[in-house]
């Protein structure tokens, strides 16, 4: 079996960035989808987390604010299928969130030499191409 989840989002606040036992680089964020306008808006919350190379990309050039397409696998819970849930330790009450293991990280801001991504400069393009913003 096989799932792809892909978002564009704007970062909700900036990269936190870690390392494993092993050395291994891990950047975990939160990106921010808005549907609607007005009093119909809505914003669903991903966390994204990415590793090694493009965790440590993410680490250097996004900030709160930035514009990301994340392409990757929707991570999910074992036992019910559904989004992570954990009980919050000050309220007792259960909480959700829907998290992604990125595959793929494209930035989509233009900040004239800021601008890096993690695919080759015609991966990017087309993706643009694709996808009307």
């Known amino acids: 079996m096989y799932q792809q989840t892909q978002i564009i989002g704007h970062l909700g606040k900036d990269v936190t960035m870690r390392y494993t036992a092993d050395g291994k680089a891990v950047a975990d964020f939160t990106v921010a989808i808005n549907s609607g306008f007005g009093d119909t808006k809505s914003t669903a919350w991903f966390k994204v987390t990415a590793w090694e190379k493009t965790a440590e990309n993410c680490n250097q050039y996004l900030a709160k604010g930035s514009k990301v397409f994340i392409s990757g696998r929707l991570a999910f819970d074992e036992k019910t299928g559904g ?19 990125a595959d793929r990280v494209v930035f989509l801001d233009s900040r004239g030499d800021k601008v890096a991504e ?12 694709e996808v009307s913003f």
């Open 83 to 101: 989004p992570k849930t954990w009980v919050g330790k000050e309220d007792n009450t259960v909480h959700t969130s829907f998290e992604v293991t």
């Open 118 to 129: 993690t695919m080759q400069a015609d991966e990017v393009k087309e993706l643009k191409d």
